[in-house]
């Protein structure tokens, strides 16, 4: 592959540097709880039986009672923050290389930096905690709010069952979930930030992703049903406030509600999670008054995980049906017509060795209306046609010799892009011209 010169070189750099999964196993939870990685991951970022438990408990649970925990003698024990501060940090570095390179770039190309990330992550006090992240991005230079949950959490016996329930703050739909089959912590879980992407995408699928703040509640009874719902405005983090929505792709208008339910069941050797989720918004783009258009996301997911030993079997899926009525982009001259759909897939397996290694392999799909305004042609990222279908696979291999260095390396084949297999952006590119190799590294602590 060109721009691929030796995967020695990036070995030996990454032993140097640290790995890139979205969903984080961090140092402070393991020292809040005394437990190595392994006690809330199968191999991170995915998340087991205790991680899903400790999430859902406000990322509060602990080894032993401290000085943050409130006490009947200490009434201010909540002040004593300070006495196990729950910090974590990251810095990854990364190698991005396509079977072509892109028009005028250089191919090849490493980034060290690519993020480095602080994180305050863990117990506030016995029933307030939180996932805090702040990064580094070394593409735009700038620091800024990353994904954050912070919840409260607290639980109940009803008829005779167990009943936890919360409320949360968060910026990005499906951040909050249990589970790595939605999108803010589904599969790939690394993401190189410079090769070419698919045009079309939900707009639950990360889209609004930092860009809005959303209050909401939960609720998981007998370790079985859990439920979930958030109201969202757009928040426009890093523009003066008030906003005038100026620039905004989505500008919200009223709140944008998101709903969650999934059953779980657990076995000796198995364990299985279906359910549903999806989203509703109506939104100006450019501004905050004005001709609206609407979106409607909703689709089934599933986790099943079965145990051989000290190894562990994942298979995940989702699908994301979106149905839109864009009245504000037809009447701007940015949609040939008002109404629209997108079906986006993407199923996974992932085998984990241990608590040290993993191999996984994933394939997706997206198609929907055909729309030569709002897919326009233009080189690299543009579609001939108009034809939003893409699809592909991603494999991926990831090794964690020590508990704070994660190193990956993933590959990405597309058999359509934008709509067509040669020349899908009428300036000559094919789709496997984009396949990818990334290698990434990352050291926690």
Not at 118 to 137: C, I, N
Not at 241 to 256: L, S
Request: some cysteine; charged content about 15%.
């Amino acid at each position: 592959m060109r721009g691929l010169k030796s995967l020695s070189t990036v070995v030996l750099f990454a032993a140097c540097c640290g790995f890139a999964p979205k969903a984080k196993a961090l140092p402070s939870y393991a020292r809040q709880t005394g437990l190595p990685c392994s006690g809330c991951h199968t191999t991170p970022p995915e998340l087991n039986a205790g991680g899903r438990q400790f999430k859902l408990m406000g990322y509060v649970d602990r080894a032993k009672k401290d000085d943050i925990i409130s006490e009947a003698s200490k009434r201010n024990a909540g002040l004593d923050l300070l006495g196990a501060l729950p910090l974590s940090a990251f810095l990854e570095a990364s190698l991005t290389s396509t079977k072509a390179p892109q028009p005028g770039t250089q191919n090849g190309n490493f980034e060290f930096p690519q993020d480095i990330a602080f994180f305050f992550a863990g117990a506030w006090s016995e029933h307030l905690g939180s996932f805090v992240q702040v990064t580094y991005d070394g593409q735009s230079d700038s620091i800024g709010i990353d994904n954050t949950d912070i919840r409260y959490a607290n639980k109940a016996e009803v008829g005779g069952k167990d009943l936890v329930y919360g409320v949360m703050l968060n910026n990005n739909p499906t951040v909050e979930d249990l589970w790595n089959s939605t999108p803010a912590w589904g599969y790939p879980f690394v993401a190189n930030d410079s090769a070419p992407n698919p045009a079309a995408t939900a707009v639950i699928n990360g889209q609004l992703g930092l860009d809005v703040a959303g209050i909401g509640a939960y609720t998981m009874y007998d370790k079985h049903l859990y439920a979930a719902g958030t109201l969202y405005r757009s928040d426009h983090y890093g523009t003066p406030q008030p906003t005038n929505g100026a620039g905004a792709t989505y500008n919200i208008r009223g709140v944008a509600p998101y709903w969650r339910v999934a059953w779980a069941q657990t076995g000796a050797k198995d364990y299985l999670e279906v359910g549903g989720y999806g989203l509703h918004m109506k939104s100006t783009p450019g501004a905050i008054q004005g001709a609206e258009d609407t979106y409607t996301d909703f689709g089934p997911d599933f986790e099943y995980d079965h145990t051989f030993g000290r190894d562990v079997l994942s298979v995940r899926g989702t699908y994301i049906r979106e149905n839109s009525s864009l009245d504000a982009s037809y009447a701007a001259g940015a949609a040939a017509q008002v109404a629209h759909h997108l079906n986006t897939g993407n199923v996974n397996a992932e085998y984990h060795y241990g608590n040290h290694a993993s191999a996984a392999f994933g394939w997706f799909m997206n198609e929907g209306t055909t729309d030569a305004l709002l897919y326009p042609q233009a080189p690299i990222s543009g579609s001939a046609n108009g034809d939003p279908r893409s699809a592909g696979f991603i494999a991926n291999v990831s090794y964690w010799p020590l508990q704070n260095l994660d190193l990956a390396v993933q590959y990405t084949g597309y058999t359509r892009f934008n709509g067509g297999t040669t020349n899908y952006d009428l300036a000559g590119r094919n789709a496997t011209d984009n396949n990818t190799v990334y290698l990434v590294a990352r050291f926690l602590f």
